[in-house]
C-alpha cells in the first residue's frame, strides 16, 4: 500500500473526506498494477480515469471555495493545477515509455524475421544437402 487514509487527512467535510478516500483508494490501486505485467493503455485508462475524477473533485473544492468566498481560493487552486500537470507529465513519459516499446518490439520482430528468412533457410537447406550422420 502506497498511502493509508488515516485522521491527518480528515476535513471533516463528509462529501470531501470520501471523495479525497475513494482518491487515496484508486491511487493504491494503480500503485499496485505498476510493475505487473499490465498493457500500458490499460494503464493509460486508468490514470486518464483518475484524473478525471480528480479534476471533478477540484471543481468541486474550488465551487465551494468560490461560494465560501475562501481567501486562499487562488494558492489552493494553483495546488490543484500542479496536480493535474503531475498526471500531464506521468501520461506524457507513459506515451514515450510505449513508442520505445513499439519501435524495440518492430526491431525485435525485423530481427526475428531475418534470422528465420535467412540463418534458419541456410541451416536448414545445408541439412538437407548434408544430412547428419546421427
Ligand atoms: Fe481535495
Ligand atoms: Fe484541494
Redesign the pocket.
Known sequence: MLIEWDASFETGDQKNDDEHKYIICRLNEIWAQIGHDNDHDDMEKWILEYCNYYIRH?HS?EDLMVRAKYPDYQV?KL??LAIIECFDSILIRLDVVKSILRDEVRGLVLTISDHMKNEDRRLARFVREHPPTR
Do not use: P, Q, S, Y
Request: a neutral charge; proline letters at 0%; hydrophobic letters at 20%.
Open positions: 477540484f473544492e489552493h495546488r490543484h
